[in-house]
């Protein structure tokens, strides 16, 4: 081989070389990139949770229905219960 041949053989293994180098580097970076961004959509999914709730119980008390419904639950489940725990001391079955 002569001497231009030496010279391009060397710089095509050099280029290759930093081209698997970058590559390798890239790589490590994406595969961080995509853990991180996993993580952001998971807690995304949370706060989406976390949203329904709220707007379930500003729903629940801000329409007629769900007013109602919050008042029966406080009062009238409340006095069910109570009057089941008397019945049960007093000897009484359900």
């Known amino acids: ?14 280029t ?8 390798i580097v890239l790589l490590v970076k994406l595969i961080g ?8 959509v998971e807690e995304g999914q949370d706060i ?4 329904n709730g709220i707007v379930s119980n500003i729903k ?3 329409s007629l229905g769900g007013a109602i419904q919050a008042l029966v639950d406080k009062y009238i489940n ?3 219960k109570e009057d089941k725990g008397k019945e049960r001391k007093d000897g ?3």
């Not at 290759?16 to 590559?23: C, N, S």
């Not at 989406?48 to 949203?51: G, I, S, T």
């Open 1 to 14: 081989m002569n001497v231009a041949e030496w010279i391009l053989v060397a710089i095509l293994s050099i």
């Open 16 to 23: 290759l070389f930093i081209f698997l180098v970058v590559g």
């Open 33 to 40: 990139l995509t853990k991180e961004v996993k993580k952001v």
């Open 48 to 51: 989406a949770k976390n949203a």
């Open 60 to 62: 629940g008390m801000t």
């Open 78 to 80: 409340s006095k069910l």
């Open 92 to 94: 009484k079955e359900e």
